[in-house]
C-alpha cells in the first residue's frame, strides 16, 4: 500500500453511530473475529439467512459462517456509508481500522486504486497496467481542486503545483508504505505530470525524466517481495520559476544497501545493473572487460537467481545508456563506468586458500585470470593488491606492523573493498546527474527559486532473514510513521481541544516507544550497536548479550527464546520483526583497511581515484526543515464573524462543519464548495468592472471619431476647391507645351535636313576614297600576275632557244663529218634528221620528267592522305560515343512557340566569328622567350620534368595549397594518361550506389553543389557551394573514387574538363600536364590523342595570365593542322572566360571536324538565322550578330531565350555562353531518361525588357518584333486580358492591321485563331467573336483608314503598360535585411520599365516600388560568403538588402533606368530658398518653387549648375543642382496637386 500525503489539512469531525441489534437479510454487518494472530479486525459480511436463531452471513473473503445466539455479540451493523464505499474516507461512518481496509477492498475490486482520506492518497498496487496515465487524463486533471474528479495522483500533483503557484511557498509530498507498494512508480507519475504542466517540454525536463533509469538500474534490485526494489532512499527537489517552469531539479540519496553487493538472500539479485552490461554490451565491450555470463560470477549467483520475468536486462541496457547520454554522460565516462563494475565482478571471484604460518592462521590468495583482469580494470599492482587483501597493518606503539589474516578475514576486505567502490560510484553518479539537472540554479544562485519535494523512502521490510540492513530501513519507517502520527492525529487533536469544539476522540497506535527504544533513551539500540563496534573485541554474540540486558524488560524489545539463539525481535508499527545479529558489527563498521586504501591511492585509474578523493570525510545528508501548517484563520471578532456568516449562507446551519474560537473547521468538500462561490462572485464583479472600462471605452471611440469625421469634412470641401483649380491650370499648361511642341518640331526637321546633307556628303566621300583604294590594290594584282606570267612565259622561251641552238650545233657538227663521208645533200639530210631526233629526244625528256614529278607528287600526296586517313580513324575511335548524324534542335517547339518553327528550304547564315572582337593588342608579342621548358624548371615541384612520362605522379606539378586541389590534379594525371593511352584503363571496379544514368560530370558536380533537378538555372556554375569542401575529396580517393573504374573517353573527358570549371586553382595544372605528355613523345597516336584533347580543353576553360604566353607558344609550335583552330578557341576562350557546364554534344562535333557550329536562332516574326559559333560564343554577341543582320536599332530589352519543353529561359543578352544552355538542356534531357543528342532546344529572339522612356514611333522593326511577340503571347494564354472588351479591341487592330477596314468572315476567322486563346474559343463559338471583331472594326474605323505602324505602336505601348510585370527582368535574390519582409526570404526580383518588386515562388508580388519612390542604390561587390549584396532605399526610408549573385547586374540596371528619366526630366521642385543675392545672373526662388529646366547645358555633376524658369515668377537664371529635387518622367502627373502638396512631399527627400 502506498500512501502519498499532499498538504496538512484537519481531520473530519466523526458523527456518533447507533448500535442495531436487529439484522435482516441481506443487511451488511461487521463480524468481529478472533484469530489470536498478529492482525486481528473485524470484518464486512452480508446477511445470506437467518433460521432458527442462527444468522449465516457471507464475508468479504467469500466464506459462509454460522452466528449463534452464543456469539451474536461479535455482530454489529454496518454504517451505509462503508456499503458500496467512499472516494474519500473522512465520510466514512465506521472511521475505523475495519471500515478503512473494507472500503478499499470494495474499491480495489473495482479496479479502483486510489482513495482519498481528506488529503491523503492512499494508492494499492494492481500489479497491472492500467489506462489510468495517458495524455487525456493528464489534461483532465490539471487546475482541478481535490474532490471535483475521482481519487488520483494526478490530482495530488497538481494540488502541489496550484499550491506552489498560488501561495509562492515551497511543497513537500512524502510516499510510504511497504515494500512493493508502488512508491517509486508513484514519483515518476508525479514527475511526468510535472513535467507535462510546466508547459514548455524542455530539454531539462526530459533530462529529469531520464535520471529515473539510471538511479534505478544501480540502486534496484530483485527482493523476495519484489521485482525492481528500491534499495537506497532519495529525495528529489523540483525547481520551478516565477512563470511556473521548471527550471531543475536536485536529488540527495540516503542508505544505500551496499552490502547486497557482495551477499544477498535466496530467490534475489544482486542490482540490475550487473545483469544489464553482461546482457546489452556487443561482444567486443565484453572481451575487452573480459566478461561472460551471469553463471559465471558468484556475486551474481548467490541468490539462485540471474533473471527476473517481464525484465529485459538487454533493453534495459539501452535505455541506461540513452539516458546517459542525455545526461550529458561522455563516452569515457561510460566506459569507466562499465570498468569498475567489471572489476567488482571479477574481485568476486577471487578466492583465498587457509593456511598455516607459525601457529598464525594466514592464507593466500588464488591465482587465477580474474585476478589478473581486476587489478588491470582498476590499474593497480597485482602483488600490492594481494598483500593488502592477505595481510593488514596495525599501528603498535608508533610502529608500523603488518600480520597475516585467516581466509573468512581476507574474504571480508575483498567485499569491504566492492562495497566501497561500488558506494562512491553512486554517489559520483548522482553528484553527476545534479551537476546537469541542477546547472540554472548553480548558475544563478542568488535567483529564488520555488521547488515541489517528492521523499521516496525505502518500505518497511520484513523477510525470513532480516540482518543490519533491515534494521535502518524499518527504523526509518518508524520516524516517517511517527511524523504522520504527529500531524494528522497528535497535532491535529491538540489543535480541536484549544478551539473547544465537539469531537469524538479518535484513538491511534503511537509509535514513540519503539523510537525510544530504538534510537532515543540512553542506551538504546542504536547506541549499544556503535559503542560494540568500537571494541576491538567486540562480536555478534557479545551485542545480543548486552540488548538483552538492557532492553529484555521492554515491551518494544523481543528477547532470543533460548541463550544460544541469535534472533532478537523489534515490535514495530507495522509488527514483530526479527532480526539475525550475526555480522551486525562488521556491517556497521564497513571499512577500509589502510593497505586497501594505500592500493587504490597507487592505482593509475583516474576514474577510481576521482570517486575515493572524498571518501574519508562523512556523507551527510542536507537538513530538511518541515513545519506544521496549520489552517488560516482571523484572530479578529470582526473577521471571525464574517466567516461565520459567509459559512452559513454558502454550507447552510446544517452541513459538517464546527466553529471553534479563533477558526472555522471544514471538510474537504466544503472547501470545494467555499472555493466555487467564490470564483462566481469574483467572476460577476469582474463583468461589471469590463462593462463599465468598454462603455467608456466605446464613448472615447465614438467621440475620436465624430473629430475625424469633421476633420475628413474640412480637407475633402478643400481638395474639391484645388481640384477645380488645378483644372483650369492644367488646361493652361497643355496649351503652352502644344506651342513649345510645335517649335520644337520644326527645329527638329530643319536640323535633320542639315544632318541628312552632311551625311549623304561624308558617304560619298567615303566612298570614292574606298573605290581608289581597291583600284590601286587591284592595279598592283594585276601588275605582279602579268609579271608572273611573263616571266613563266619568259623561262620556258629561252630554254626552248637555248635547246634548239644546242641541237643547231650537234646539226653543224655532223654535216660537217658526214660531208667527208657521204656528200653534202646526204649530210644535211641525216643532219637534219639527227637534230629532230635530237630534239624529240629532249622534248620526251622533259616529259619523263614532268611525268616522275607528277608520280612523286602524287605519291606524297598519298602519303599524306594515308597519314590523314590514320588520323581520322584515331579521331573517329576518341569519339565514338557521338551518333553518325547529330541531331539539331530536333522535336517539337514549346507551347506558345509552335507556329514560329516553320521549315524553309534555305536558311540565310552567317558567321559569329565575323564580328570584331577587341583584342588586347594590334600586334601579337613575341612569344620566343615564353617557352613551356623555362615554365617547367621554373614552376615544377619536385624533379619533375616538361617531358613526357608514363608513370602516376607522387605530387601535383604546380603548388596547392588545398588538399582538395592536390587530390584533384593528381587523380585528373591519372584521367589524362588514360585518355592519351599512356595508361591502361582498371579492369575490375566495385560498383556502389551508382545507377547507369549518372555520369561522371554528374558525380563531379554533385560532390560540389546540389541543384535543382527541374529547374534550368543558366547562371549557377558547376561545382561552387558550400560543400565543395565537405565532399570533394572523397570522390578522388576511398574505395568509393570514381577513378577507380574503367571509363570510356567521353567521361574521361567530362572528368577533366568538370574538374578545371569547378576548380579554378587547378586549371593551370591541368594544361601543364597536358603539355608536358605532349612533349618529347614519340607514339604519334598519344601525341595526336593529346592535342584533342587540348583542342577541348581551349575551348572550355582559359588559362591564368602567368600561363597564357607560355601556352600560345606551345600552341604556336604545335602541328600545323592544330595550331590555327587552338590559337583561335584560346583566343575566344580568353576573352570571354570560362565556361561553367561541361562540353556540349554539338562542340563535340565540331572538335571532332575542326569546324565551327551551326545553330538556329527563331525571331518573333517567323524568320529564322543559321549562325555559326564557338565554345566561346555569348548571348551578347549573338544579339549583336541578330541586330546587325536585321538593321534593328532599338536593340535595348532583346536577350536570348532557350525553350526546352513547356519551360523558356533567358539568356539576356550579355556574358552568358549559349552552349552552357545547351548543355544544361542536354543533361536534363538525360535526367528525364532520354539520350543528350535528342534534346529538343530551341533558341529564339524576343523582347525581355523596355525602358521606362521607350518610344515605338522610333524603330518600326522592333515595334514589329514585339508586337508579332504580343499576339502570339495573347493567343497561348501568356498575357491576359481581365475585361472581354479589352481582347476585342486588340482583335479588330490586328485585323485592320492585316486586312484594312473591309469586313470579311473568313478573314475574321484567322484573326480569332490568331488572337483568341484556345480556352476562351472554347467557351464561345469562332463565329460570335468574329461578330464581335467586325463590330468593333466598324466602330474604330468608320471615318478614318487604318496605318497598320500606328496600330502597332498603339498595341506595343499598351502591352508595355498593361503588362509590365511580364515584361520584367527577374533575378533571383535573398532578403538579407528588411523592415517588412522576413529575413532570408527567397525571392525574385523584378525590374521593368515602371519600378521594381519583389515576387514569391508562387509569383505573388509581395512589394513594389516605382521609381520615384527609390532614392538610392548602393552596391557591395566584393565576393563574400553569402555572395554580392545591393541595398535599397526608398522615399519611405525604408531600407532593403539584398543578397545575390546578380547584385551589380540589378544595381547597374535600375541606375541606367534612373540615370535616364533624369536625364530626360523636364521639372524639378527646389528644396531650400536661395540665398540672398544682388546678381541677375542667378536665378531667385523659394523652398517648394516648381523649376522648368532649360537644357542649354548638360546636366552633370562636374558641372553643378544649370539654367531654369521659376515657374511662379517666370524668370530665367542659373542655380546649383544640389539644391533641386529632379522630378522623374513618371513623377511629373505630381504637377496636378497643389504646390503644399509638392512642398509637403519634397521637404524630407534629399539632394540626389
Known amino acids: 500500500m502506498c500512501v502519498v500525503p499532499a498538504t496538512a489539512q484537519h481531520l473530519p469531525v466523526s458523527q456518533g453511530v447507533c448500535n442495531i441489534t436487529i439484522c435482516l437479510q441481506g443487511e451488511h454487518v461487521w463480524l468481529e473475529t478472533n484469530t489470536g ?161 510546466s508547459g514548455q517540454h524542455l530539454w531539462i525536463e526530459q533530462q529529469i525524466l531520464e535520471a529515473t533509469p539510471i538511479l534505478e538500474a544501480f540502486g534496484n534490485a530483485k527482493t523476495v517481495k519484489n521485482d525492481n526494489s528500491s534499495r537506497f532512499g532519495k529525495y528529489i527537489e523540483i525547481y520551478f520559476n516565477d512563470d511556473g517552469i521548471i527550471e531543475g531539479a536536485k536529488i540527495e540519496q540516503y542508505l544505500l544497501e551496499k552490502s547486497r553487493v557482495c551477499r544477498m538472500a535466496a530467490d534475489e539479485r544482486n542490482y540490475h545493473i550487473f545483469y544489464s552490461i553482461l546482457m546489452g554490451m556487443n561482444t567486443k565491450q565484453k572481451k575487452l572487460l573480459s566478461l561472460g555470463t551471469a553463471h559465471e560470477y558468484d556475486y551474481l549467483t548467490m541468490g539462485n537467481c540471474t533473471s527476473t520475468d517481464g525484465h529485459d536486462d538487454a533493453r534495459h541496457y539501452a535505455n541506461v545508456c540513452s539516458a546517459m547520454k542525455i545526461l550529458t554522460f561522455s563516452d569515457s565516462e561510460q566506459w569507466d563506468i562499465n570498468k569498475l563494475l567489471a572489476a567488482i565482478l571479477h574481485l568476486g571471484n577471487l578466492h583465498f586458500q587457509a593456511a598455516v604460518y607459525d601457529n598464525l592462521d594466514c592464507c593466500e590468495l588464488l591465482e587465477s585470470n580474474h585476478l589478473s583482469m581486476a587489478t588491470k580494470l582498476l590499474e593497480v599492482n597485482p602483488l600490492e593488491l594481494k598483500n593488502a587483501l592477505t595481510h593488514r597493518s596495525i599501528m603498535i606503539r608508533g610502529e608500523n606492523v603488518t600480520a597475516p589474516v585467516s581466509k573468512t578475514q581476507a574474504a571480508a576486505s575483498r567485499d569491504a573493498l566492492v562495497k566501497g567502490i561500488y558506494d562512491l560510484l553512486f554517489v559520483w553518479i548522482v553528484k553527476k546527474i545534479n551537476t546537469v539537472i541542477n546547472t540554472s540554479i548553480t548558475t544563478d544562485p542568488e535567483k529564488v527559486f520555488s521547488s515541489i519535494g517528492l521523499l521516496d523512502i525505502f518500505g518497511f521490510e520484513n523477510f525470513d532473514s532480516n540482518s543490519f540492513e533491515q534494521l535502518c530501513i ?141 571518501s574519508f570525510g562523512p556523507v551527510l545528508g542536507k537538513s530538511q526543515s518541515h513545519g506544521q501548517l496549520l489552517p488560516g484563520g482571523s484572530t479578529k471578532d470582526v473577521a471571525h464573524l464574517c466567516c461565520k456568516e459567509i459559512a452559513k449562507s454558502t454550507l447552510g446551519t446544517d452541513g459538517d462543519w464546527k466553529i471553534g474560537k479563533t477558526k472555522i473547521f471544514f471538510k474537504e468538500n466544503d472547501h470545494l464548495i467555499l472555493g466555487l462561490e467564490r470564483d462566481r462572485v469574483l467572476t460577476a464583479k469582474a463583468m461589471m468592472i469590463l462593462k463599465v472600462l468598454w462603455g467608456f471605452k466605446d464613448r472615447m471611440t465614438f467621440l475620436r471619431l465624430k473629430s475625424a469625421a469633421r476633420t475628413i469634412q474640412n480637407h475633402w470641401r478643400g481638395y474639391q476647391c484645388r481640384t477645380r483649380y488645378q483644372t483650369l491650370r492644367l488646361g493652361f499648361q497643355r496649351l503652352q507645351a502644344l506651342y513649345h511642341g510645335r517649335k520644337m518640331v520644326k527645329e527638329y526637321n ?206 601535383p606539378l604546380l603548388y596547392h595549397e588545398d588538399e582538395v586541389d592536390i587530390a584533384a590534379s593528381l587523380a585528373v594525371w591519372n584521367i589524362i594518361l588514360r585518355f592519351m593511352g599512356d595508361l591502361q584503363e582498371p579492369k575490375t571496379f566495385t560498383q556502389n550506389n551508382r545507377t547507369r544514368d549518372s555520369s561522371t560530370i554528374t558525380e563531379i558536380y554533385d560532390s560540389q553543389v546540389k541543384r535543382s533537378k527541374e529547374h534550368l538555372d543558366m547562371n549557377q556554375p558547376m561545382g561552387q557551394g558550400p560543400q565543395h569542401q565537405a565532399h570533394g575529396q572523397d570522390i578522388y580517393s576511398g574505395e568509393n573514387s570514381i577513378t577507380g573504374r574503367p571509363m570510356s573517353n567521353l567521361e574521361k573527358l567530362h572528368f577533366i574538363v568538370g574538374n578545371a570549371i569547378a576548380r579554378p586553382n587547378i586549371r593551370d595544372e591541368i594544361y601543364c600536364q597536358i603539355c608536358k605528355q605532349l612533349t618529347a613523345c614519340s607514339n604519334k597516336n598519344v601525341r595526336a590523342r593529346g592535342w584533342i584533347l587540348l583542342c577541348l580543353c581551349v575551348g572550355c576553360f582559359p588559362p591564368t595570365d602567368g600561363f597564357i604566353k607560355y601556352l600560345r607558344n606551345f600552341i604556336h609550335n604545335g602541328p600545323e593542322g592544330y595550331v590555327a583552330y587552338c590559337a583561335e578557341r584560346l583566343r575566344r576562350t580568353f576573352a570571354n572566360g570560362a565556361r561553367k557546364q561541361a562540353p556540349s554534344y554539338l562542340e563535340l562535333e565540331a572538335t571532332k571536324h575542326k569546324g565551327p557550329i551551326k545553330v538556329m536562332v527563331t525571331l518573333m516574326s517567323r524568320l529564322s538565322y543559321s549562325i555559326f559559333i564557338d565554345s566561346a560564343s555569348t548571348a551578347n554577341e549573338l544579339c549583336k550578330t541578330i541586330t546587325s543582320k536585321i538593321q534593328l536599332k532599338d536593340s535595348f530589352g532583346f536577350s536570348i531565350y532557350i525553350a526546352l519543353y513547356d519551360s523558356v529561359s533567358s539568356l539576356g543578352s550579355g556574358h552568358e555562353h549559349v552552349l552552357d544552355a545547351i548543355s544544361l538542356c542536354e543533361q536534363y534531357v538525360k535526367r528525364q531518361g532520354g539520350h543528350e543528342r535528342h534534346a529538343p532546344w530551341h533558341l529564339l529572339y524576343r523582347k525581355e525588357i523596355f525602358t ?81 471583331i467586325t463590330g468593333k472594326v466598324k466602330d474604330l474605323f468608320v471615318s478614318e483608314k487604318p496605318d497598320a505602324l ?48 519583389f515576387v514569391d515562388k508562387s509569383e505573388k508580388i509581395l512589394l513594389k516600388w516605382s521609381y520615384a519612390e527609390i532614392t538610392g542604390i548602393n552596391t557591395n561587390r566584393a565576393s563574400k560568403l553569402y555572395g554580392q549584396s545591393v541595398t535599397v532605399t526608398t522615399l519611405q526610408g525604408q531600407e532593403y538588402t539584398l543578397t545575390s549573385r546578380h547584385a551589380a547586374e540589378i544595381a547597374d540596371l535600375i541606375v541606367l533606368f534612373l540615370n535616364g528619366l533624369k536625364r530626360r526630366s523636364e521639372y524639378a521642385i527646389a528644396l531650400h530658398s536661395s540665398s540672398r543675392q544682388v546678381d541677375p545672373i542667378f536665378l531667385k526662388y523659394e523652398k517648394g518653387d516648381l523649376i522648368k529646366l532649360v537644357r542649354d547645358k548638360e546636366i552633370t555633376e562636374d558641372n553643378g549648375w544649370i539654367q531654369g524658369q521659376n515657374e511662379c515668377s517666370g524668370k530665367t537664371g542659373s542655380l546649383p543642382l544640389c539644391s533641386l529635387k529632379l522630378l522623374l518622367k513618371r513623377d511629373q502627373k505630381l504637377l496636378t496637386g497643389p504646390w503644399t502638396l509638392l512642398n509637403q512631399t519634397y521637404n524630407i527627400v534629399g539632394t540626389i
Not at 92 to 114: M, P, Q, S, T
Not at 809 to 820: A, D, Q, S
Open 37 to 197: 494472530g498478529e492482525f486481528n479486525t473485524a470484518i464486512g459480511a452480508v446477511v445470506k439467512l437467518m433460521s432458527s436463531g442462527k444468522i449465516l452471513l457471507l464475508d468479504d473473503e467469500g466464506k459462509e459462517q454460522w452466528v449463534g445466539a452464543s456469539n451474536i455479540n461479535s455482530v454489529r451493523p454496518m454504517h451505509p456509508t462503508s456499503v458500496k464505499g467512499v472516494d474519500d474516507m473522512i465520510r466514512i461512518g465506521d472511521l475505523n481500522e475495519a471500515g478503512i481496509l473494507h472500503n478499499l477492498l470494495i474499491r480495489f475490486r473495482e479496479n479502483i486504486i486510489y482513495t482519498y482520506s481528506g488529503s491523503i492518497l492512499v494508492a494499492l498496487n494492481p500489479y497491472q497496467l492500467l489506462p489510468y496515465y495517458t495524455i487525456e487524463q493528464i489534461n483532465l486533471y490539471t487546475n482541478r481542486r481535490i474532490g471535483e474528479l475521482p481519487p488520483h495522483i494526478f490530482a495530488i500533483a497538481d494540488n502541489c503545483y496550484f499550491n506552489l503557484r498560488k501561495s509562492k511557498k515551497n511543497q513537500c509530498c512524502i510516499i510510504s508504505g511497504e515494500s512493493g507498494a508502488g512508491k517509486t512508480e508513484s514519483v515518476k507519475l508525479i514527475l511526468h505530470f510535472l513535467a507535462a504542466v
Open 474 to 614: 524499518n527504523f526509518a519507517n518508524e520516524h516517517l510513521q511517527q511524523f504522520f502520527v504527529r500531524c494528522i492525529f497528535k497535532e491535529e487533536q491538540e489543535e480541536y481541544i484549544r478551539e473547544s469544539i465537539n469531537w469524538q476522540h479518535i484513538d491511534f497506535i503511537d509509535n514513540q516507544r519503539t523510537l525510544d527504544v530504538l534510537a532515543v533513551k540512553p542506551m538504546n539500540i542504536i547506541s549499544l550497536i556503535d559503542e560494540e563496534s568500537k571494541f576491538p573485541k567486540g562480536t555478534d554474540t557479545t551485542l545480543l548479550t548486552k540488548l538483552n540486558n538492557h532492553h529484555s524488560r521492554s515491551m518494544v524489545y523481543i528477547p532470543p527464546m533460548s541463550s544460544h539463539g541469535t534472533l532478537f525481535g523489534i515490535a514495530h508499527f507495522a509488527g514483530v520483526v526479527h532480526y539475525e545479529v550475526k555480522d551486525f558489527l562488521e556491517k556497521n563498521r564497513d571499512q577500509l583497511s589502510s593497505n586497501i586504501i594505500q592500493v587504490v591511492q597507487t592505482s593509475k585509474n583516474k576514474f577510481l581515484k576521482l570517486i575515493f578523493q572524498n
Open 750 to 955: 530643319e536640323t535633320r535636313r542639315r544632318i541628312i546633307l552632311f551625311q549623304a556628303q561624308c558617304r560619298g566621300y567615303l566612298v570614292r576614297q574606298n573605290n581608289s583604294k581597291r583600284l590601286a590594290a587591284l592595279t598592283i594584282i594585276q601588275a605582279y600576275t602579268r609579271g608572273m606570267l611573263i616571266r613563266k612565259s619568259y623561262r620556258k622561251k629561252r630554254r626552248d632557244i637555248q635547246r634548239r641552238l644546242e641541237a643547231g650545233k650537234l646539226r653543224f657538227v655532223e654535216e660537217r663529218r658526214l660531208v667527208k663521208v657521204v656528200g653534202l645533200d646526204l649530210a644535211e639530210h641525216e643532219a637534219d634528221r639527227k637534230k629532230s631526233e635530237h630534239l624529240a629526244r629532249m622534248a620526251k625528256l622533259d616529259m619523263e620528267n614532268e611525268r616522275r614529278q607528277r608520280e612523286e607528287y602524287l605519291k606524297r600526296k598519298q602519303k599524306m592522305k594515308t597519314e590523314d586517313l590514320d588520323e581520322l580513324h584515331m579521331v573517329d575511335s576518341i569519339f565514338s560515343f557521338l551518333p553518325t548524324i547529330l541531331a539539331d534542335q530536333e522535336g517539337q517547339g514549346p507551347q506558345g512557340f509552335e507556329d514560329v518553327e516553320v521549315k524553309q528550304e534555305k536558311l540565310e547564315e552567317f558567321d559569329l566569328d565575323n564580328i570584331s572582337v577587341p583584342s588586347e593588342s594590334d600586334e601579337e608579342d613575341d612569344l620566343t622567350q615564353y617557352t613551356f621548358p623555362k615554365y617547367a624548371a621554373t614552376y615544377f615541384q619536385g624533379s619533375a620534368t616538361h617531358t613526357h612520362v608514363q608513370k602516376a605522379l607522387r605530387h
Open 1252 to 1332: 521606362p522612356w521607350h518610344n515605338s514611333s522610333e524603330d518600326p522593326i522592333s515595334t514589329d518584333l514585339i508586337y508579332q511577340q504580343i499576339i502570339r503571347g495573347i493567343q497561348f494564354g501568356e498575357y491576359h486580358c481581365e475585361k472581354e472588351e479589352e481582347l476585342v479591341e486588340i482583335a479588330a487592330k490586328h485585323y485592320c492591321m492585316k486586312f484594312g477596314a473591309s469586313s470579311d468572315p473568313n478573314k475574321a476567322l484567322e484573326v480569332v485563331n490568331d488572337c483568341i486563346p484556345e480556352k476562351l474559343r472554347k467557351d464561345k463559338p469562332p463565329e460570335k467573336w468574329c461578330q464581335l
Open 1350 to 1397: 500606328n496600330l502597332k505602336e498603339h498595341l506595343v505601348d499598351f502591352a508595355r503598360m498593361k503588362w509590365s510585370h511580364m515584361f520584367s527582368k527577374f533575378f533571383e535574390a535573398a532578403i538579407f535585411s528588411g523592415p517588412i519582409l522576413p529575413k532570408n526570404l527567397l525571392v525574385l526580383v523584378a525590374v521593368n520599365s515602371v519600378g521594381i518588386s
